[in-house]
């Protein structure tokens, strides 16, 4: 990794869907990944599922499979809007502190003022996406060994 670079790679990619256990049997079952980790998170309002290849979470570059918790969720809004669909891009970032103060430094604001809880306990953030030319973009720190 360059010193310059901000970001290390696609994290993964999220989409919206409306019943995650028909989400993942299509995605398992048809498109053959594995389920790498499944969890819920009340405070992002999602039950979700971490999909791709290898051994653990972040080894590869993975789809995220978001589905809503409940009618006032983020994904609820989402898919009554657009449907089922891709929602998120997601970054990693070795250093979600720093990397967030050069977002900021260079004019892209975050929706959080410090990072949240994302999948598998990693520190997350979101710029949004007038910001970004139109797509909701995540950076993500995962847990060291993750
Ligand atoms: N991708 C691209 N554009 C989007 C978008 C998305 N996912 N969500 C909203 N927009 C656009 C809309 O099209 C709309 O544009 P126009 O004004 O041109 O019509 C504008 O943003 C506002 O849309 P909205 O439907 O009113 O949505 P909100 O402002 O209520 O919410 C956002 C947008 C980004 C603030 C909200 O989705 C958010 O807080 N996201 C971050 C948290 C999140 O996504 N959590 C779930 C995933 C959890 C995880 O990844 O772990």
């Not at 010193?3 to 990619?13: K, P, R, T, Y």
């Not at 028909?22 to 405070?43: Q, Y």
Request: aromatic residues 4%; charged residues 25%.
């Amino acid at each position: 990794m360059n010193n310059d670079d901000l970001f290390i790679c696609i994290d993964h990619v999220g989409l919206a869907v409306p019943d995650l256990d028909e989400a993942i049997k299509f995605h398992t079952e048809v498109m053959g990944w594995r389920v790498l980790h499944r969890e819920t998170n009340e405070e992002q309002g999602v039950e979700e599922a971490m999909i791709g290849t290898g051994d653990q979470l972040a080894e590869n570059a993975q789809i995220q499979l978001l589905a809503p918790l409940n009618e006032n969720s983020t994904i609820a809004k989402f898919l009554a809007k657009n449907g089922p669909g891709m929602q998120q891009l997601c970054y990693r970032v070795a250093d979600i502190d720093a990397v967030s103060a050069k977002l900021r430094e260079r004019g892209v604001r975050l929706l959080y003022p410090e990072p949240k809880t994302g999948t598998g306990g990693a520190r997350i953030n979101f710029a949004h996406p007038k910001d970004t030319g139109g797509v909701l973009l995540e950076i993500t720190q995962p847990v060291a060994g993750h």
